[in-house]
Nanobody, 122 residues
Framework: VQLQACGGGLVQAGGSLRLSCAASGRTFSSYVMGWFRQAPRKEREFVGAIRWSGGSTYYADSVKGRFTISRDNAKNTVYLQMNSLKPEDTAVYYC????????????????WGQGTLVTVSS
């Protein structure tokens, strides 16, 4: 299983970016796909997650109302639409997948993408 994340970049505060995570190697119908981020000198943080089956989404309070996770089943791709970005959103963003019981616990995810850097300037 491979996860390929992309879409990061430099954006001004208040701007938007959309990250993509393309999954390959198996079917993911029972998986949870999560997004995490890690800022410099900080611990990894849960951003949000989506269930492949049904499409239910879950978000951390810090991004709720600004970020939206969606999926394209035909493309085996998950998206993280980030709006109203703030400098504190600056981090390397990772997508992850697995049979997860606790959505916010990174160690429960089996597969991880390589990370994509998002930098929000003030």
């Amino acid at each position: 299983v491979q996860l390929q994340a992309c879409g990061g970049g430099l954006v001004q505060a208040g701007g938007s970016l959309r990250l993509s995570c393309a999954a390959s190697g198996r079917t993911f119908s029972s998986y949870v796909m999560g997004w995490f981020r890690q800022a410099p000198r900080k611990e990894r943080e849960f951003v949000g997650a989506i269930r492949w089956s049904g499409g239910s989404t879950y978000y951390a309070d810090s991004v709720k109302g600004r970020f939206t996770i969606s999926r394209d089943n035909a493309k085996n791709t998950v998206y993280l639409q980030m709006n109203s970005l703030k400098p504190e959103d600056t981090a390397v963003y990772y997508c992850a997948g697995g049979y997860v019981k606790h959505l916010g616990v990174g160690n429960e995810y089996d597969y991880w993408g390589q990370g994509t850097l998002v930098t929000v300037s003030s």
